[in-house]
């Protein structure tokens, strides 16, 4: 199985939106709603930010979106603030048991 | 608050076996809608999931470390554990222990909600 594709690196200046993508295959991202984010700080471990493609946990900024088209996942974040600055990775399911990340974003707040 | 913490050795020699257990607090490793697993994460590297196992033991691994990964859970003491044989220096990472949120009300997440604070561990002579 191969790691989902996403951007290096995604930057952006404060109060402006980015989106990150995730691209995957029919198995994985196009053919389930199972697409996660998380956010990882520096020395720090992931935290879930969306899954089921769109969906915030509780406690979540409603700044943090995902979206799915076709094979392809993207996270958006509006209002770019400083804290926002991390690495992104997706995640998917994939038939018949299995998760799958991608290689990770880095987002850089300009 | 649920919490999740791993424990092991920080340092394993080449072809040894790695093992780590996950303490569960806050909540019981007996539930029908989560499994519980681990995610390595190599120096300055992406995610890599290993597996992840049901409170009545079922499992599920990533293809590529089948071969030499086992978990195991023991409702008991409310602690998940992994073994890792034979490794190597690219088996040199932060091992996170994870929630994964499988099902909820007929629903499915398929999702790591929960995540301990990760475990080092180094694979050298």
């Known amino acids: 199985q191969s790691a989902l594709t996403q951007p290096a690196s995604v930057s952006g200046s404060p109060g402006q939106s980015i989106t990150i993508s995730c691209t995957g295959t029919?198995?994985?991202?196009?053919?389930?709603?199972?697409v996660s984010w998380y956010q990882q700080y520096l020395g720090k471990a992931p935290k879930l930010i969306i899954y089921?493609?769109?969906i915030r946990p509780s406690g979540v900024s409603n700044r943090f979106s995902g979206s799915k088209s076709g094979n392809t996942a993207s996270l958006t974040i509006s209002g770019l603030r400083t804290e926002d600055e991390a690495d992104y990775y997706c995640?998917?399911?994939?038939?018949?048991?299995?998760?799958?990340f991608g290689g990770g974003t880095k987002v850089t707040v300009l | 608050q649920l919490q999740l913490q791993e424990s092991g050795p920080g340092l394993v020699k080449p072809s040894e076996t790695l093992s780590l257990t996950c303490s569960v607090s806050g909540g019981s490793i007996i539930s029908t809608n989560f499994y519980w697993g681990w995610i390595r994460q190599p120096p300055g590297k992406g995610l890599d999931w290993i597996g992840s196992i049901f409170y009545t033991g079922g499992a599920h691994y990533n293809p590529s470390l089948e071969s030499r990964a086992t978990l195991s859970v023991d409702t008991s003491k409310n602690h998940f554990s992994l073994k890792l044989r034979s490794v190597t220096a690219a088996d040199t990472a932060v091992y996170y222990c994870?929630?994964?949120?499988?099902?909820?009300?007929?629903?499915?997440?398929?999702?790591?909600?929960?995540w301990g604070q990760g475990a080092h561990v180094t694979v050298s002579s």
């Open positions: 089921a493609v769109n």
């Open positions: 994870v929630r994964y949120y499988y099902i909820d009300s007929g629903t499915y997440h398929r999702c790591f909600d929960h």
């Open positions: 029919s198995s994985d991202v196009g053919g389930y709603n199972y």
């Open positions: 995640s998917s399911y994939l038939a018949p048991s299995t998760l799958i």
